[in-house]
């Protein structure tokens, strides 16, 4: 079983930053991918960025380009994400996710199939 853990979710103001980390159990031994995705009110849930555990190749949705950074330490089983230049329309639940099982697939982004999810942390941007 994978457990995921967010922290790092608050209220900035736009064009301020915030850093989201997600704590990760077996991190080391059975993730593939990680990745973060967020959900605004009455939308889907939107993939934001992913990361290979193996080489810690990246992939960010264009919305976020240039002003979010994914990383990891693998040695702690942290996962992390930058986030800089905030935008209202960034705003929503943030999600720590890690590829699942053939039981539990729920998404499917950047190459990787993910199913473990964290509890969310909440992002709100200002105006």
């Known amino acids: 079983q994978v457990q995921l853990v967010e922290s790092g979710g608050g209220s900035v103001q736009a064009g301020g930053s915030l850093r989201l980390t997600c704590a990760a159990n077996g991190y080391a031994h059975s993730i593939y991918c990680m990745g973060w995705f967020r959900q605004a009110p009455g939308k889907q849930r939107e993939g934001v960025a992913r990361?290979?555990?193996?080489?810690?190749?990246?992939y960010y949705t264009d919305s976020v380009k240039g002003r979010f950074t994914i990383s990891q330490d693998t040695d702690k089983n942290m996962l992390y994400l930058q986030m800089n230049s905030l935008k209202q329309e960034d705003a929503g639940i943030y999600y720590c996710a890690s590829d699942g099982s053939r039981a539990n697939l729920s998404n499917f982004y950047g190459g990787c199939g993910f199913g473990y999810w964290g509890q969310g942390t909440q992002v709100t941007v200002s105006s």
């Open positions: 990361i290979y555990r193996r080489g810690g190749s990246t």
